[in-house]
T-cell receptor, first 112, second 114 residues
Framework: GENVEQHPSTLSVQEGDSAVIKCTYS??????FPWYKQELGKRPQLIID?????GEKKDQRIAVTLNKTAKHFSLHITETQPEDSAVYFC???????????FGKGTRLHILP | NAGVTQTPKFRILKIGQSMTLQCAQD?????MYWYRQDPGMGLKLIYY???????DKGEVPNGYNVSRSTTEDFPLRLELAAPSQTSVYFC?????????????FGPGTRLLVL
């Protein structure tokens, strides 16, 4: 089955700098890659997603890139702000079984 | 739309007790999922369903059972609760047609087994 690895587990960046979180997946049949943000005590919420027919997608300060050959995808947050502090999860879904499997998460700290 | 709703919000169980976690969605989504999230950890898929009458195991199904008699409801049953089942349980739903659509999560059920 699908296995999703996420790095780093913790990331601290200075406010205004960029943050990058990386994920790899194992199933070459995976075709949907969402990213979620989870604030303390809250439910995960989708912030951006990408399908396997595109290599990059951007939404204001957030972008996701996908390299199908290497089976990895990344989340980029530019001009980080205090409200970006949260846990971020990547996930992958394969048409083989349509499960959505999550990485272990990255705790992002934005330093003043 | 209420989205995805879960009850109860919080529950304390004694070892060996049983309970059912309720989940409902009003978005006419065909896919529904149950995840557990241990403290400081990621989301592990317990069971999922592709439609009424169809369920399948996820990554950590042992100790749980599910049913999907309607499109809207997807209850999770814990039989013989164990301390290892202490966790936050999230139900989620999505629509899968030609493409996978956004997955929406419920607010979660915090379960403590003592």
């Amino acid at each position: 089955g699908e296995n999703v690895e996420q790095h780093p587990s913790t990331l601290s960046v200075q406010e205004g700098d960029s943050a990058v979180i990386k994920c790899t997946y194992s199933d070459s049949a995976s075709n949907y890659f969402p990213w979620y943000k989870q604030e303390l005590g809250k439910r995960p919420q989708l912030i951006i997603d990408i399908r396997s027919n595109v290599g990059e997608k951007k939404d204001q300060r957030i972008a996701v890139t996908l390299n199908k050959t290497a089976k990895h995808f990344s989340l980029h947050i530019t001009e980080t702000q205090p409200e970006d502090s949260a846990v971020y999860f990547c996930a992958a879904s394969s048409r083989r079984d349509d499960k959505i499997i999550f990485g272990k998460g990255t705790r992002l700290h934005i330093l003043p | 739309n209420a989205g995805v709703t879960q009850t109860p919000k919080f529950r304390i169980l004694k070892i060996g007790q049983s309970m059912t976690l309720q989940c409902a969605q009003d978005m006419n989504h065909n896919y529904m999922y149950w995840y557990r999230q241990d403290p400081g950890m990621g989301l592990k898929l317990i069971y999922y369903s592709v439609g009424a009458g169809i369920t399948d195991k996820g990554e950590v199904p042992n100790g749980y059972n599910v049913s999907r008699s309607t499109t809207e409801d997807f209850p999770l049953r814990l039989e013989l609760a164990a301390p290892s089942q202490t966790s936050v349980y999230f139900c989620a739903s999505s629509y899968l047609g030609q493409y996978q659509e956004t997955q929406y999560f419920g607010p979660g059920t915090r379960l403590l087994v003592l």
